[in-house]
């Protein structure tokens, strides 16, 4: 403003821009949100994964975001720093969910405001006149609409609801798939098609109070150089304050406060370990870090398919027991086993086994699984059992839940085979242990129940000096007795 302005038109001039920024604020949101990291995160993936979802809390900004990109997409609008998928032409682009009133609620909202539209993400000015047309069924509920593209063309918005039939799925080719909540598998697939042909993109936002139904176990349990996924919890929403989420979080049922505040699957009553992970997690720094006075102890559940491994580190005095490493192993070589086991714990660790590290490992040597191992420098300890020399995996069960229960047990933060087999670790109708997807919980069954072979690092490297002695002077005495022989 200049300075020989009078105090009546410094006054007009700021009344002016502060209609200009209300008027942005209300009718332009496209270039006002500022996505978070974890938003920002999921966006880039966008430019290498054709399928994507945000497996997330309530509240964490999951659908909105999903909502800000598409409509990114619709009008061909980038922030400059923009990391993921674009489109250089008009699109045509599906949003769909639960319900008609749930999309008019939700996506609806986000994408064109409420009636007058064009307060949503979609800019007012982007809306072509007369392009809005409106569905037959639920009052207020948009059919589809056309929004003005930057390269001078038309892009295309459709809504659609889960509890459509299949046939109103059924069409031409999408450039743009938004998923909001979770879908049934058989539309889920239906409008990937749609997708496929045009080399377009899906997307999927929920919180999986569901539990890990089929297109959670998608993302989550079925590697894919096409299809990744990113989690949000209530502590990457920023936009939320520690007020709020404590609030909602002291409102959320127990039993659902798992998915509802961090995005885990819900598995009810069925769920094998109700503790909450985050009453579990803690952050390992490496074995460099530890305090020497801990004692290790490595366990393992053999299979012949899939390897179980898990290494802790307990402090006898406190009785906590810390898993900091734990994976598992798909079709690997006994030779392939024994390297990554090295390579996790390179000062030779023990190792507790199940009792089934006894059984014949080598048909042709009729060797025990376990002295297979062993004869590749593992230090084999087992097999491990209860004091009535039994095995019940429910005893084992109780055992480990009675440890995490009372802050008995912590797992590194990062260790992801161990995270989801605990979040699908459940019961059957008639109370049975579901036998699949277990074997790091298993290992690390076996490892509690192997405690009294931990050794402080100092201890076990005493061992192995002895242990390497010994050797050398047998091969000593083995060499003399020849050359006396001689």
């Not at 072509?128 to 918005?157: K, P, Q």
């Not at 734990?326 to 507790?352: C, D, H, T, W, Y």
Request: proline content about 5%; some cysteine; glycine content about 10%.
């Amino acid at each position: 403003m200049s300075e020989r302005m009078t105090e009546t038109e410094r006054l007009s001039e700021i009344d002016r821009i502060v209609d200009q920024l209300s008027e942005a604020e209300t009718f332009n949101k496209l270039s006002a949100f500022e996505p978070s990291i974890k938003q920002r995160e999921f966006i880039a993936l966008g430019k290498r994964y054709p399928e994507r979802a945000i497996i997330a809390a309530n509240r964490s900004g999951k659908s909105y975001v999903c909502c800000w990109e598409v409509a990114c997409h619709l009008t061909g609008q980038y922030r400059p720093d923009w990391q993921g998928r674009k489109f250089s032409q008009p699109v045509k682009a599906w949003a769909a969910g639960m319900n008609a009133l749930a999309v008019r609620e939700s996506i609806q909202t986000h994408l064109l405001g409420p009636e007058p539209f064009g307060t949503g993400l979609i800019p007012k000015s982007a809306l072509v006149d007369g392009g809005i047309r409106m569905s037959r069924g639920v009052g207020g509920v948009v059919d589809s609409a056309r929004v003005r593209h930057v390269s001078g063309g038309e892009s295309t918005l459709v809504f659609r609801s889960y509890d459509q039939t299949r046939d109103a799925w059924m069409g031409s080719e999408v450039h743009v798939m938004f998923f909001d909540e979770q879908p049934p598998m058989d539309l889920y697939i239906e409008g990937y098609t749609r997708t496929t042909t045009c080399k377009g993109i899906c997307m999927a936002s929920f919180t999986p109070l569901k539990g890990a139904g089929d297109v959670v176990a998608l993302f989550q349990d079925d590697p894919s150089p096409h299809r990744a996924y990113v989690n949000m919890t209530l502590d990457d929403a920023p936009f939320l304050s520690a007020e709020e989420k404590a609030r909602m979080i002291a409102s959320w049922p127990a039993h659902e406060l798992e998915a509802r505040s961090r995005g885990i699957p819900y598995l009810g009553t069925g769920k094998v370990y109700q503790v909450p992970e985050s009453s579990l997690e803690f952050d390992y720094r490496g074995l460099d870090n530890m305090p020497n006075f801990l004692h290790h102890v490595g366990a393992i559940d053999f299979g012949t398919q899939k390897m179980g491994w898990a290494l802790g580190a307990w402090d006898k005095d406190t009785d906590v027991l810390y898993i900091v490493d734990a994976r598992v192993m798909s079709g690997a070589s006994l030779f392939e086993q024994v390297a990554m086991i090295k390579a996790a714990a390179p000062f030779n660790v023990p190792i507790a086994f199940p009792h089934d590290g006894g059984g014949v490992g080598d048909r042709i040597s009729m060797k025990p699984v376990a002295q297979l191992y062993r004869e590749q420098g593992l230090d084999m300890q087992g097999p491990v059992q209860f004091a009535d020399k039994s095995n019940s995996v429910e005893a084992g069960i109780q055992i480990l839940d009675q440890r995490m229960r009372r802050g008995g047990l912590k797992v590194a933060r990062h260790l992801q085979d161990f995270w989801k087999e605990y979040r699908s670790y459940a019961r059957d109708d008639n109370g049975r242990v579901k036998k699949q997807n277990d074997h790091v919980l298993d290992a690390v069954r076996y490892l509690v129940m192997g405690l009294k072979y931990a050794r402080t690092m100092d201890a076990i490297r005493d061992r192995a000096t002895r242990r390497a002695r010994s050797r050398a002077g047998g091969v000593a005495m083995a060499k003399g007795l020849m050359m006396d022989g001689l």
